[in-house]
């Protein structure tokens, strides 16, 4: 059964930091590039951020690029997002992605960023 499961998220203040985690299982999570995901109310769901399979490159969108850092643990089969400097703009449930032959996609996690 493939599960992924986010975890991490909750309020902090503008300027603020949350590490978010997502860990998989149920596939060969090794393979998978994997991808943050947000989505905030009435818009639309939006790429944060891509790791590939090794961890050898990394990809982001322009408005989180200098603040959030995608990483990954192979041996722990989790891929993480570290938000520095959050904004309110930020605020959005984040899900993580595996892509490969199939896409699995997790529940995700609530990061609301208000003061």
């Known amino acids: 059964q493939v599960q992924l499961v986010e975890s991490g998220g909750g309020l902090v203040q503008p300027g603020g930091s949350l590490r978010l985690s997502c860990v998989a299982s149920?596939?060969?999570?090794?393979?998978?590039?994997m991808s943050w995901y947000r989505q905030a109310p009435g818009k639309e769901r939006e790429l944060v951020a891509t790791?590939?399979?090794?961890?050898?490159?990394?990809t982001y969108a322009d408005s989180v690029k200098g603040r959030f850092t995608i990483s990954r643990d192979n041996a722990k089969n989790t891929v993480y997002l570290q938000m520095n400097s959050l904004k309110p703009e930020d605020t959005a449930v984040y899900y993580c992605?595996?892509?490969?032959?199939?896409?699995?996609w997790g529940q995700g996690t609530q990061v609301t960023v208000s003061s």
């Open positions: 790791i590939t399979a090794s961890g050898g490159t990394t």
């Open positions: 149920g596939f060969t999570f090794r393979s998978y590039v």
């Open positions: 992605k595996g892509s490969l032959r199939y896409n699995y």
